[in-house]
């Protein structure tokens, strides 16, 4: 059983082009989150959600689009993709509780390449 | 600004070595501590976390912290090829774990 799976794996498309990444997990954790990791292999947060309700939002374009339907899922939808959102998307979830609570969980990735 | 730097190598060392890794952080709130090992191609996985002053072994591995310091480190003991990775420190206050940009270990046969 994947604990935290994203799909899809690998996705390839033209600049300008509206797509979708899906995120699921089943550790029962209450925060969920959306990092980027660059060619330079750089790891930065996105998003991160509490129990559906967003808590932060970095300084990403406004063509990221977090949805959380429930504290299970976490999707990412992308408008108008341009060159430089090609990179690795990973979704990752954990516990809020104590302090070894934020320990961060992640998902396979998603490899997007925009063309 | 929280910041998490490492050195981005990459660090080599033979089979059989102590690879020594090492973070540091400008946060001196910062709580919980984190090795994360990312094969090329993979996420990244949790190796071990630490949140106390002191040493904390698993295996082959050793988490090292200093807070007044600031620093954090990874020991690998009898290094194996199969290590050869990038290793990421994160690191916590209250809340969202920063990462460093990674550490590239190489262990050559």
């Given at each position: ?15 300008g ?9 089943n ?20 998003f ?6 967003l ?31 090609s ?29 | ?19 020594s ?13 984190f ?13 071990m ?23 954090v480190?990874?020991l ?27 550490t ?6």
């Amino acid at each position: 059983d994947t604990a935290v799976s994203q799909t899809p794996k690998y996705l390839v498309t033209q600049m300008g082009n509206d797509k979708s990444i899906k995120c699921e997990q089943n550790l029962g954790h209450d925060t969920m989150y959306w990092y980027k990791q660059d060619s330079k292999k750089f790891l930065k947060i996105m998003f991160s959600y509490n129990n559906k309700e967003l808590i932060i939002n970095e300084t990403v374009p406004n063509r990221f689009s977090p949805k959380s339907p429930d504290k299970a899922h976490l999707n990412l939808h992308i408008n108008s993709l341009e060159l430089g959102d090609s990179a690795v998307y990973f979704c990752a979830s954990s516990h809020t509780q104590g302090l070894t609570g934020n320990t961060i969980y992640f998902g396979e990735g998603s490899w997007l390449t925009v063309v | 600004q929280k910041e998490v730097e490492q050195n981005s190598g990459p660090l080599s060392v033979p089979e059989g070595a102590i690879a020594s890794l090492n973070c540091t952080y400008s946060d001196r709130g910062s709580q919980s501590f984190f090795w994360y090992r990312q094969y090329s191609g993979k996420s990244p996985e949790l190796i071990m976390f630490i949140y106390s002053n002191g040493d904390k072994e698993d295996g082959r591995f050793t988490a090292q912290l200093n807070k007044a310091s600031q620093y954090v480190s990874l020991l690998i003991r009898d290094s194996q090829p199969s290590d050869s990775a990038t290793y990421l420190c994160a690191v916590s206050g209250s809340y969202i774990p920063t990462f460093g940009r990674g550490t590239s270990l190489i262990v050559h046969p």
